[in-house]
């Protein structure tokens, strides 16, 4: 069974064009996120992306890219077709790793797939608890409710559960936009038709709740800083510096 780490990365983001070769530390982040996915005990790591400009870079520090269709709406898609182009079978486990995350910690990959390595379930993904007040309220901090085995009930961008007191507030719960799915559930999921709730909430993770599949969640102690805009790139380089972290 093949372990393989795909990071889907394109030029064209809307809120921040180039993103994947904007330089941290002197480095494209692609190349820290790639760094970040060397550091697991994952040994293959491919880049899918379908600009020219990426696929050399990632060739220039010695990363192993793919070229993929330029149609493509989601991030999913193209590790879709990535895991096409290795030829995956349908056992083999993709950890589908975003190219904005350069802080994403080592350990956390083996959390990751946990749960498609004990049979716990087919797709899987991460939340932390929620620290502060404004990721409370934001809606880009996309919150996750559990059940008691650890199956996500709900993603929203809306604060949930709702607290009513009197009593103890609960344990919000962030979720981390990093994904791990058996070949076979992932061929599956990008040809499923996204449903009502993945378009009120623009989360693609919603479509195999709405057909009735399970993703598993596993808790870990920390968030994974994620750059969507440059204002996101300036906070992330405050933090380095800050915790004395070399990016």
């Given amino acids: 069974?093949?372990?393989?780490?795909?990071?889907?990365?394109?030029?064209?983001?809307?809120?921040?064009?180039?993103?994947?070769?904007?330089?941290?530390?002197?480095?494209?982040?692609?190349?820290?996120?790639?760094?970040?996915?060397?550091?697991?005990k994952?040994?293959?790591?491919?880049?899918a992306t379908d600009d020219e400009r990426i696929f050399k870079e990632v060739l220039r520090f010695g990363g192993k890219?793919?070229?993929t269709a330029k149609t493509h709406i989601c991030g999913t898609d193209r590790?879709?077709?990535?895991?096409?182009?290795?030829?995956?079978?349908?056992?083999?486990?993709?950890v589908n790793l975003q190219g904005d995350q350069p802080f994403f910690p080592s350990e956390y990959f083996q959390l990751l797939i946990e749960p498609l390595?004990?049979?716990?379930?087919?797709?899987?993904?991460?939340?932390?608890?929620?620290?502060?007040?404004?990721?409370?309220?934001?809606?880009?901090?996309v919150k996750v409710v559990l059940d008691r085995k650890g199956y996500a009930l709900y993603f929203s961008r809306s604060l949930i559960p709702y607290f009513?007191?009197?009593?103890?507030?609960?344990?919000?719960?962030?979720?981390?936009?990093?994904?791990?799915?058996?070949?076979?559930?992932?061929?599956?999921?990008?040809?499923?038709?996204?449903?009502?709730?993945?378009?009120?909430?623009?989360?693609?993770?919603?479509?195999a709740l709405e057909h009735g599949y399970k993703?598993?969640?596993?808790i870990v102690p920390e968030d994974v800083p994620e750059v969507d805009t440059p204002e996101d790139l300036e906070k992330l380089t405050k933090l380095t510096k800050l915790r004395g972290i070399s990016l």
């Fill in 65 to 67: 890219a793919l070229m």
């Fill in 117 to 141: 390595l004990s049979g716990k379930a087919k797709m899987a993904t991460l939340a932390t608890p929620i620290k502060t007040e404004e990721d409370l309220y934001n809606p880009n901090k």
């Fill in 79 to 94: 590790v879709a077709e990535a895991t096409e182009l290795l030829g995956l079978s349908p056992e083999d486990i993709v």
């Fill in 42 to 47: 994952i040994k293959e790591i491919w880049v």
């Fill in 215 to 218: 993703i598993a969640v596993n």
């Fill in 164 to 207: 009513r007191p009197p009593g103890e507030p609960p344990l919000y719960l962030k979720h981390i936009g990093v994904y791990a799915y058996t070949k076979e559930f992932l061929d599956l999921f990008v040809k499923l038709h996204p449903g009502s709730l993945e378009f009120t909430e623009k989360l693609e993770q919603l479509r």
């Fill in 1 to 40: 069974m093949r372990q393989v780490i795909i990071i889907p990365a394109r030029y064209g983001s809307t809120r921040f064009p180039g993103k994947p070769l904007i330089l941290i530390n002197g480095k494209p982040m692609i190349q820290h996120v790639y760094e970040r996915a060397l550091s697991s």
